[in-house]
């Protein structure tokens, strides 16, 4: 049965390239409002695929609610918090990467490994 909500959360694994070639990935738990219109979300994949980052890192701000497989370099896990995530979309390629996902994940695209 298909259940209409408000909001809908989910978890996606987020694939990160980064910048020396290497590849990473964390799990990411998004809310999303399917009140946003389809133009909105078309403005918003325009500018996270054209690297636009304050577009990018503002729809990550509004959407991701917490994250699994976050470390610091010691291998420390960090918990998910608003200021960590910030913290975290400082970085380019991370803040492109959890766009992307989730805009695969509402427009019907399969989640990592499915």
């Known amino acids: 049965m298909l259940k209409v909500k408000q909001k809908y959360t989910f978890w996606r694994t987020v694939p990160v390239?980064?910048?020396d070639g290497g590849k990473t990935k964390f799990d990411v738990e998004f809310v999303y409002d399917p009140k946003i219109s389809k133009r909105a979300l078309d403005d918003i994949?325009?500018?996270?695929?054209?690297?636009?980052?304050?577009k990018a890192t503002q729809f990550a701000k509004d959407t991701v609610v917490n994250w699994r497989g976050v470390s610091d370099e010691n291998g420390t896990d960090i918990p998910f918090s608003k200021d960590m995530l910030e913290s975290l979309l400082d970085?380019?390629?991370v803040?492109?990467?959890i766009g992307t996902e989730l805009i695969k994940a509402i427009?019907?695209?399969p989640a990592l490994g499915n």
């Open 17 to 19: 390239l980064l910048p």
């Open 45 to 54: 994949a325009d500018s996270i695929y054209a690297e636009q980052q304050d």
């Open 91 to 93: 970085t380019p390629w």
């Open 95 to 97: 803040a492109h990467a």
């Open 107 to 109: 427009s019907g695209n």
